[in-house]
């Protein structure tokens, strides 16, 4: 290690934790829906970039943070299910690649809509003192928001675990995603799952946009695309399909990422190149990932 | 009770099925057995809306099939037990045959069909904690036939539950079939084990390159030297 005192990579691994907690809540929402469409959903990423504009006009219009938030879940769970009906439900049964033609699509119209609406200058997010504020812990100094991102990340997790395993939404989200006719001979409504499928990766991308928002206060309309890059690598690190694959995809990345930059400072130019770099060597030597079961011809 | 009229289903300009009829009598045993290819399956497929017909119609109660949804066809009653069994490999058992009553909400009677399953298929109780894609082959079928009980249908359709089940099997089965209807359950059995099928079934249809062949009483079947030379693999030159 070149001269990192102690201190200094405790503050480093913390950044690291709370960046790849928000890898992690992005990253579920691909593998989600991967899991159950065999699709990777290329507007993910945009919809994680719309929630913070909608956070952002939130608190601009003069809402209370713990009234805009929520308003921001339920905006985004709705654009997210919105693009599933308009880009996805109505190609259900069509090949692959016009579904693949179709998310890659929806993801570019919500940029270029952004970019019309809100304009392509970055907007400052508005902090909120709550959480920035900066607390020290013998000689490290962090954000609030270092523990907070960890924590809420955490107890979604639990939760999401527990609503695939435990509840009946959960199984029936499990059996859609082996055999959808099968599926449907058990009275299954699957476009009612599969929305519901949306609806929950899209709310994890919103707590994801707020926090990321918080954290690096500063959006644009393409702010999505490289996170949404990164936490589809994560999701690949994990086991597409895994949600606690995910989950530890990107823990790995956001940790290794901010080290690297750390440890190697001359190399922090490069540190986006990292992800693909990670996603290169897995898909060489591990392909289904870490938590990964086979993966199905069906892509 | 259900009631199929000049079916004929094509797929992608072929066709499977072309304009078959066949009723199914309540209470009854009904057996569709033919070759490989013949159309069976895509005749119960039709039935829950798994594919759309080119015409024709399918009634059940004379409620019209046709325009309806798979989710909503089951909900009258109406169950398919697929070709291959079909099982949730990644869920337990348990979880499989809760997922056959995943539309009922009445939860008492679910408990009772749930007790009966099991007394039907003491195995499924035994294993009810492992995950599904662990079991036999047997054990696999035993468990689709449960599952498909577990939506309390008024008429059961099954398409080749035997398939690749060791002969022993194939018998228990087949008892467990006519306890099944002993309980009031209709049934619609696709074989392509004729001689097993014809011989606990109240009528039975062969079906050869998409058209209903003949018609009769089971027993009658087994009987027709057509039948015995072309399905039971029989000799009747003399
Ligand atoms: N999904 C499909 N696409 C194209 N052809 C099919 C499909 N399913 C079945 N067929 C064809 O329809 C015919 C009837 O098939 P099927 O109903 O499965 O017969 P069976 O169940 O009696 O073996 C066969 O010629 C088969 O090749
Ligand atoms: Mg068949």
Redesign the pocket.
């Known amino acids: 290690m070149i001269n990192m005192t102690w201190e200094m990579f405790l503050q480093h691994l913390a950044n690291g934790i709370s960046l790849g907690s928000l890898y992690a809540l992005i990253a579920i929402g691909y593998t989600m829906v991967y899991g159950i469409l065999r699709l990777i959903n290329f507007a993910h990423g945009d919809i994680f970039m719309m929630a913070t504009y909608f956070a952002f006009f939130g608190v601009f219009f003069g809402l209370p943070w713990y009234i805009a938030f929520p308003i921001t879940i339920i905006l985004t769970i709705l654009l997210g299910m919105g693009v599933e009906i308009a880009a996805y439900r109505s190609l259900r049964d069509a090949p692959k690649i016009s579904i693949m033609i179709s998310a890659i699509g929806a993801s570019f119209l919500i940029e270029n809509l952004a970019i019309v609406i809100f304009g392509g200058r970055p907007k400052a997010f508005p902090t909120e003192e709550l959480f920035t504020k900066v607390v020290y812990i013998g000689n490290i100094s962090v954000q609030r928001l270092t523990f907070i991102i960890p924590i809420v990340t955490i107890i979604l997790l639990v939760m999401l675990l527990y609503l695939i395993n435990k509840t009946k939404t959960g199984m029936a989200m499990r059996a859609v995603s082996k055999d959808h006719e099968t599926a449907k001979l058990m009275g299954v409504n699957i476009d009612r799952t599969i929305s519901t499928t949306f609806g929950i990766g899209s709310a994890l991308a919103a707590i994801g946009g707020i926090m990321w928002g918080l954290k690096f206060p500063q959006i644009q309309p393409l702010m999505g695309v490289m996170p949404g890059l990164k936490c589809f690598i994560a999701a690949v690190i994990g086991g597409i399909g895994n949600i606690t694959g995910a989950v530890i995809g990107g823990f790995f990345l956001g940790v290794s990422e901010i080290m690297l930059v750390a440890i190697f400072q001359g190399l922090t130019g490069y540190r986006d190149a990292f992800a693909f770099i990670i996603l290169i060597l897995v898909l060489l030597f591990k392909p289904t990932g870490i938590m990964g079961e086979k993966i199905s011809e069906k892509v | 009770m259900l009631k199929i009229d000049n079916l004929v289903v094509a797929?992608?300009g072929?066709e499977?099925l072309k304009g078959i009829n066949l009723e199914v009598e309540e209470g009854k045993i009904v057996t569709l057995v033919?070759?490989?290819?013949?159309?069976?399956?895509?005749?119960l497929?039709s039935v829950v809306g798994l594919?759309k017909p080119k015409s024709g119609s399918i009634t059940y109660n004379n409620i019209d099939l046709l325009n309806m949804k798979t989710q909503d066809i089951v909900k009258l009653g109406i169950t398919l037990v697929p070709?291959g069994r079909r099982i949730f490999p990644n869920l337990t058992v348990l979880e499989n045959l809760k997922l056959g009553a995943y539309f009922r909400k009445d939860t008492n009677e679910i408990k009772k069909d749930l007790e009966w399953v099991y007394s039907l298929f003491p195995i499924l109780k035994e294993r009810h904690w492992q995950m599904a894609g662990t079991l036999s082959g047997g054990e696999q079928q035993m468990l689709a036939v449960g599952r498909a009980l577990m939506s309390k249908p008024k008429l059961l359709m099954m398409?080749?539950p035997s398939l690749g089940l060791a002969p022993i099997i194939v018998n228990e089965l087949f008892n467990i079939i006519k306890e099944i209807h002993n309980q009031g359950v209709t049934i619609l059995l696709?074989e392509q084990n004729a001689n097993a099928a014809l011989h606990i079934a109240d009528i039975g249809y062969v079906?050869e390159t998409?058209m209903i062949k003949i018609k009769g009483e089971g027993k009658e079947l087994l009987n027709n030297d057509e039948v015995r030379k072309a399905y039971l693999g029989e000799n009747v030159s003399n």
């Open positions: 797929y992608g072929i499977a033919g070759a490989n290819g013949a159309g069976k399956s895509t005749t497929r594919v070709e398409d080749e696709i079906i998409g």
